[in-house]
């Protein structure tokens, strides 16, 4: 069973902070990695996708892959109160299964 | 607009009887995917079509049907539901899965099933 481990949360940051969520996957041969944002209620949305090693970046948001330590991470600048929500990561090793950690909740207090 | 659509979007029913909970993409994307949700336990893969009749099992097939006779539809049949089957379900698609590929997938609204 391929596993994608999260920190189910809650994670409070004030307004204006940086937001740090970490995933770590047990699958070493995973070559595709997301971030989804699910506001409650609501469809899974994908907001980050990063393949290789290093940073991605893409707005406030950064993506962070580093895979001989099995570690994506997503970091949230100038976090507003709209990034409210549950943020889920996926693996994949690139064959027809997409797996999904149990997601984090983010609280951005105003 | 490029979307997946689910229907129905709220569903009631009672134990056994047949359901069926149509998804429908019109990306001209290969690969669909069913999922479903439940409170601490995640995105749980049911099914998913590489392309038109070509199915295959997820992580939680049991208790449940797919077709891919169209490469926009990719409906999910629950023969005989059971209150186990309560969930919020998600129809997904992507442009490719397959080895190597850039799997992004786009969801659809979803479906809240209650089984009595």
């Known amino acids: 069973q391929k596993e994608v481990e999260q920190n189910s949360g809650p994670l409070s940051v004030p307004e204006g902070a940086i937001a740090s969520l970490n995933c770590t996957y047990s699958?070493?041969?995973?070559?595709?990695f997301f971030w989804y944002r699910q506001y409650s209620g609501k469809s899974p949305e994908l907001i980050m996708s990063i393949y290789s090693n290093g940073d991605k970046e893409d707005g406030r948001f950064t993506a962070q892959l580093n895979k001989a330590s099995q570690y994506v991470s997503l970091l949230i600048r100038d976090s507003q109160p709209s990034d409210s929500a549950t943020y889920l990561c996926a693996v994949s090793a690139g064959a027809n299964n997409l797996f999904f950690g149990t997601g984090t909740r983010l609280t951005v207090i105003p | 607009e490029a979307q997946v659509t689910q229907n129905p979007r709220y569903l009631i029913t009672v134990t056994g009887k047949k359901l069926t909970v149509t998804c429908s993409q019109n990306m001209n994307h290969e690969y669909m995917s069913w999922y479903r949700q439940d409170p601490g336990l995640g995105l749980r893969q049911i099914y998913y079509s590489m392309n038109v009749e070509v199915t295959d099992k997820g992580d939680v097939p049991e208790g449940y049907k797919v077709s891919r006779k169209e490469k926009r539809n990719f409906p999910l049949i629950l023969e005989s539901p059971s209150p186990n089957q309560t969930s919020l379900y998600f129809c997904?698609?992507?442009?490719?899965?397959?080895?190597?590929?850039?799997?992004?997938?786009?969801f659809g609204p979803g479906t809240r099933l209650t089984v009595l």
């Open positions: 699958d070493r041969g995973s070559q595709s």
């Open positions: 997904a698609s992507s442009l490719e899965g397959g080895q190597g590929g850039h799997n992004e997938q786009f």
